[in-house]
């Protein structure tokens, strides 16, 4: 199926993590939750702000650019790939049905990225479980468990959007549309203290989040599949 | 038969076709010139990957764009030198884009493939293929299916002189194996035309035909 190089992102995604998860928890572990601290790794500014610049570790930094530049470079040299990929697949049926088929694969890879998401968060519960003896309970496991499956449902309809827009022709907004929605979304959690993009350490407002992604993915699907028919198809790559 | 009424198209501001009207009805028609010319471009209007600003695009009667036709129908299509998933297999690639029509065994995809002399290197990832290699690709891909039209875009760049002998009687075969197929393709060499029934090249916005040598 065509999508994201998962063995490779997974091996680089997982360490990258995990080495980075170890870095902050050093710092940051005293008085803090565990999806507070899952927040830090992705570099929450307002909660980066609350516990004082002065205690980060620069350290981070290293590992989170690491953890970034891999992850980033795994999912948008596969969606290069589609593009001119996909130009061999629409010929061979019809716009509707490749887009059709794009979105089940997005499906797909929801389930897959949030069991790898999952996995690695149960990893470092059981690590910080035997290394630092720190309990971690249920429900905070639940509640990033649940973040998980909302950030892939994010993540994904932007990829997603990405690999159709980049059918599109002329394709010079491929990636300024959904990573200026990332930005704005990241800017408004740091300004407002709000959590659309970042881990809410609450159970509730997760489930909430999670229906209202899911339901952006949808808007998502239904305007592509009305746009996509006007349009001319790019076949570079 | 493919028929092309009134087309006009701008690309960046620059006007490459002009109330161009043509019919083609011969097996295999050649669409020769220098590089940016609009030879691509043509390509693309033909098969529906690209839209002209005026003018129709006409294929065994149905207009594409109209009436939920997107593309061509039935055909063998490579324009601008797709490539494949990169992480996948040579075979990989080539099975997956099979499954879809469904049209072609993988006995049939096994023979294109010793054809090409890819058996060696069919099951190692696209991206470790040579130039020449990922040309092959692209051909058995179009071929595969036994599309009644094929639609080239420089099918003999990146081969060498053996390939290409070995890709013109393929192609040969097959625009002769059944009753009106039909291979339209682009090229900016002086390749062999012998199997050639129609030259046309692009001179000033319009498609003028050549004679064949």
Redesign the interface.
Known sequence: M?GV?WK?LGITTSAAYIMSFFFLLLPYRQNNSYPVLLNLQFLNFSMFAHFRFSRFDPMHIIWFLWFFHFTADAFL??IN??T??L?????????NEVLKQMIRESLHDIIRLSVLLIMIIVSIAMLSLFWIRENISAASVLCVCLYCIRFSVLLQTMICAIRIFCLF?PPSYVFTLPFLSVLAGIGFDAVSGQHLITCSADLLMELYGLVLSAGLFCAMALCELHFFKRK??N??? | MIELKHIRKKYKENILFEDVSAVFSSPVIKIAGENGIGKSVLLKMIVGYSFPDSGQVICDGSVLGENGRDFIEDAGIFIDAPQFMSQWSGYDNLAYLADIRKRCSAEKLKELIEYFDLTDDIHKKYRTYSLGMRQKMRLIQAVMDDPKYLILDEPFDSLDQTAVTKTMALLKDHVSAGAGRMMIYTSHSETDTSFTDEIYTIDHHKLVALPLH
């Open positions: 065509a190089g490779r040299s596969c790939e589609n001119s990929f130009s061999m697949r629409l010929y061979r049926s019809s716009r022709n001319e198809v076949i570079h790559d």
